[in-house]
């Protein structure tokens, strides 16, 4: 059976962080802030993955508050929401993104933030779309406050 889920995320821009979405470090003024990398992309499909699977969201197996998890690549988390797809018997049909960010331009690093996210995913660059928008200057993402990413995943399980 399909099972479908949802993930959205968002961080704040600040200087003196590294910008990096969906695995890509990508040149700009401003990086996103958080515990780990902040990849807000990698981290609405750990989210959306792990709906699918009815599980608890990324904060729970990965809490802010856990040195563990800090400055750690995102991919890490991708890793193990695939791994209790697999632990379920379960297979990840597809991945879509969508990345809010009014600055910088996100579209040249499209293609290889697919390979990082598929990897990490264990699924073929086929399987994952993502896209990305700007807010047209309206709100926090618009104000280049932060950059929000959503996303859906769907999940074939054996029940
Ligand atoms: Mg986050």
């Not at 729970?60 to 040195?67: L, V």
């Not at 998890?69 to 297979?91: H, M, N, T, Y």
């Not at 960010?101 to 779309?129: D, H, R, S």
Request: proline residues 4%.
């Amino acid at each position: 059976m399909v099972h479908v889920g949802i993930g959205y995320d968002v961080h704040q821009l600040v200087a003196g962080r590294k910008l990096v979405l969906g695995g890509v470090e990508i040149p700009h003024t401003k990086g996103l802030d958080g515990h780990s990398d902040a990849d807000a992309l990698m981290h609405a499909i750990c989210d959306a993955v792990l709906g699918a699977l009815g599980e608890e969201d990324i904060g729970h197996y990965f809490p802010n508050t856990d040195p563990r998890w800090k400055g750690v690549p995102s991919k890490i988390f991708l890793e193990e929401a695939a791994k209790q797809v697999a632990k379920r018997g379960g297979k990840i049909v597809n991945v879509d993104a969508t990345l809010i960010a009014q600055a910088p331009k996100i579209y040249p690093y499209i293609a290889e933030m697919k390979k990082c996210i598929a990897a990490a995913l264990n699924v073929t660059e086929k399987q994952i779309g993502v896209k990305a928008t700007t807010n047209e200057t309206m709100g926090f993402v618009g104000r280049e406050e932060g950059i929000a990413a959503m996303a859906v995943a769907s999940i074939n399980l054996p029940e």
